[in-house]
């Protein structure tokens, strides 16, 4: 049972930065990032959607992220990281840190097929 604990949410205003983490686990063991795994978000009302993805080292982002976030991991840390810049009041939402996505550039944002999820973490945006 792989374990996910994210951290580094908060409230900050519009233009700022943000560093969200995520540090996995497995049967209370430290692991290496070895699965393919992202970030995802969802608002209030809204569906949740992939945010970041890595997959096998490459990077895939959602098109209202690109070139403000970044996605990338520690694995001597067994740390997943979301890197937020110039955070926008629409980037409001409880962000979800995630293992096991489908390992593909065209498949990793799909929710459903996610295995392991983190409990969340709040990240809101104010203008």
């Known amino acids: 049972q792989v374990q996910l604990v994210e951290s580094g949410g908060g409230s900050v205003q519009a233009g700022e930065s943000l560093r969200l983490s995520c540090v996995a686990s497995?049967?209370?063991?430290?692991?290496?990032?070895?699965?393919?795994m992202g970030w995802f978000r969802q608002a209030p009302g809204k569906e949740r959607e992939g945010v970041a993805g890595?997959?096998?080292?490459?990077?895939y982002y959602a098109d209202s992220v690109k070139g403000r976030f970044t996605i990338s991991q520690d694995n001597a840390k067994n740390t997943l990281y979301l890197q937020m810049n110039n955070l926008k009041p629409e980037d409001t939402a409880l962000y979800y840190c995630?293992?096991?996505?489908?390992?593909?550039?065209?498949?990793?944002?799909?929710?459903?097929?996610?295995?392991?999820w983190g409990q969340g973490t709040q990240v809101t945006v104010s203008s």
């Open positions: 995630a293992a096991d996505l489908p390992c593909s550039g065209e498949g990793w944002a799909r929710a459903e097929a996610v295995e392991y």
């Open positions: 497995e049967y209370g063991y430290g692991i290496s990032i070895t699965y393919c």
């Open positions: 890595i997959v096998f080292g490459s990077t």
